[in-house]
């Protein structure tokens, strides 16, 4: 059974910075693609950064050139480094993972996180 554990949420004033984690357990052969998504109160999931097995990445608009995306692909950890936080940031950030579980096929299923809160206030 797959298993994404998050840490590194928390409260932090504007400016600030934090550094979440994600290790997943019971992958089966391989991961894709991990990354972060972030819900916002009253606002739809959406997709902060991603990172596939080759270190290719991918950012939102919103976070380019403040938050990094890396990937221990050895440990099956994904890290999102995120500074020059703002208020907008606040959100519960999920991580994700696009999991191939056997060599056998290339078929692939989505595993979630259960989410980490972020708020970013003075």
């Known amino acids: 059974q797959v298993q994404l554990v998050e840490s590194g949420g928390g409260l932090v004033q504007p400016g600030g910075s934090l550094r979440l984690s994600c290790a997943a357990s019971?992958?089966?052969?391989?991961?894709?693609?991990m990354g972060w998504y972030r819900q916002a109160p009253g606002k739809e999931r959406e997709l902060v950064a991603a990172?596939?097995?080759?270190?290719?990445?991918n950012y939102a608009e919103s976070v380019k050139g403040r938050f990094t995306i890396a990937r221990d692909n050895a440990k099956n950890t994904v890290y999102l480094q995120m500074n020059s936080l703002k208020p907008e940031d606040t959100a519960v950030y999920y991580c994700?993972?696009?999991?191939?579980?056997?060599?056998?096929?290339?078929?692939?299923?989505?595993?979630w996180g259960q989410g980490t809160q972020v708020t970013v206030s003075s």
């Open positions: 994700y993972a696009e999991i191939r579980p056997s060599s056998r096929t290339l078929n692939t299923f989505a595993a």
């Open positions: 019971g992958v089966g052969f391989s991961i894709n693609v």
């Open positions: 990172i596939d097995s080759g270190g290719s990445t």
